[in-house]
């Protein structure tokens, strides 16, 4: 079956870096988008990035954008998020998902598109 593990998170200060990833396993991952998720508690979901099959189309949320990058390894099955700059309000559980999106089509930018999820990694950045 379909499994996702993330790994990177941990405990860093403000002004800081971390580089979170995602191991896939389950799925021909080249015919996969991938996305960049959050929560923080109290709060919704967030979305953060997505990135196509082929890795040549990414977007990003507002919350995000200039201070992160997603990428991904089609050989080593894996999607990773640099985040940069990192703000207190960036501390929430991180989850990478997948949908098949093959093609043109559109990067999926709703969690409610994507049909395999991550058990998360926490990360908490400090004052």
């Known amino acids: 079956q379909v499994q996702l593990v993330e790994s990177g998170g941990g405990l860093v200060q403000a002004g800081g870096s971390l580089r979170l990833s995602c191991a896939t396993s389950?799925?021909?991952?080249?015919?996969?988008?991938m996305g960049w998720f959050r929560q923080a508690p109290g709060k919704e979901r967030e979305f953060l990035a997505a990135?196509?099959?082929?890795?040549?189309?990414?977007y990003y949320a507002g919350s995000v954008k200039g201070r992160s990058a997603i990428s991904r390894d089609n050989a080593k099955n894996t999607v990773n998020l640099q985040m940069n700059s990192l703000k207190v309000e960036d501390t929430a559980v991180y989850y990478c998902?997948?949908?098949?999106?093959?093609?043109?089509?559109?990067?999926?930018?709703?969690?409610?598109?994507?049909?395999?999820w991550g058990q998360g990694t926490q990360v908490t950045v400090s004052s």
């Open positions: 990135i196509s099959w082929s890795g040549g189309n990414t």
């Open positions: 998902a997948t949908v098949r999106r093959v093609g043109g089509a559109p990067l999926p930018l709703r969690s409610n598109q994507y049909n395999y």
């Open positions: 389950g799925l021909t991952f080249r015919d996969y988008a």
